[in-house]
């Protein structure tokens, strides 16, 4: 089955310590999101990929950082710097381009990181 | 910027009945998407229904409508025969250029609570 893989679920960090959360797509589609959810805030965007070798900052990126090296994976890594990083993780993906592309976003289960 | 504002951060309804979930937004776009998606509490975010700007017809996807108004820039979703299944945390969104991309700018959500 297609679909967005998000690895792990659930994560909990120490202050001072970097993390990495895994996204994985085999819907083959091109462009990539990561977006952070708290409570009563909505999803935010924190960075996006259009191609390979590609991203760019999103409305909340400072903090964090991500690699596009290949099509099908977008990891995101909470480093230290990230002040407040306990919440939710969305990766989404889409397919980009041509007549039916409307925009729309296929999203991963989600990773709750918690900061301890 | 794109803002999406969804006024009802909670809003409850009998089983089986009728329930309407408003949705605004800020552009000087003319040809745009919106869209409303669903998180239940599983978290995983699901599409429910899709608009396209110009399209004067209001969307409908069995059981969910959508009241377009395009002037007044309002977005809302009717959610009618509502069952057990459709209590989530539903988001309005708005599609919008960013760079050559396409980004989704999010409200904040309304909880929605099915009473039986």
């Known amino acids: 089955d297609g679909g967005i893989t998000q690895s792990p679920k659930y994560l909990f960090r120490k202050e001072g310590q970097n993390v990495t959360l895994s996204c994985e797509q085999n819907?083959?589609?091109?462009?990539m999101y990561w977006y952070r959810q708290d409570p009563g805030q909505g999803l935010r965007l924190i960075y996006y990929?259009?191609?390979?070798?590609?991203?760019q900052k999103g409305d909340i990126a400072e903090g964090y950082s991500v690699s596009r090296e290949k099509k099908e994976s977008f990891p995101l890594t909470v480093t230290s710097a990230q002040k407040n990083p306990t919440a939710f993780y969305l990766c989404?993906?889409?397919?980009?381009?041509?007549?039916?592309?409307?925009?729309?976003?296929?999203f991963g289960e989600g990773s709750r990181l918690t900061v301890l | 910027a794109q803002t999406v504002t969804q006024s009802q951060p909670e809003m409850s309804v009998q089983e089986a009945e009728t329930v309407t979930l408003s949705c605004t937004y800020d552009?000087?776009?003319?040809?745009?998407?919106l869209f409303w998606y669903k998180q239940p509490p599983s978290r995983q975010m699901i599409l429910v229904i899709r608009?396209?700007?110009?399209?004067?017809q209001n969307a409908t996807e069995n059981r969910f409508s959508v009241n377009f108004q395009k002037a007044a820039k309002s977005f809302s979703l009717k959610i009618s025969d509502s069952q057990l299944g459709d209590a989530a945390m539903y988001f309005c969104?708005?599609?919008?250029?960013?760079?050559?991309?396409?980004?989704?700018?999010f409200g904040k959500g309304t909880l929605l609570t099915v009473n039986p």
């Open positions: 552009t000087s776009e003319s040809d745009y998407y």
């Open positions: 969104a708005y599609r919008s250029w960013i760079g050559s991309n396409y980004k989704l700018t």
């Open positions: 819907l083959n589609h091109d462009a």
């Open positions: 608009q396209e700007a110009y399209k004067q």
């Open positions: 989404a993906s889409r397919p980009s381009g041509g007549a039916g592309d409307t925009g729309e976003l296929f």
């Open positions: 990929s259009q191609i390979v070798n590609d991203f």
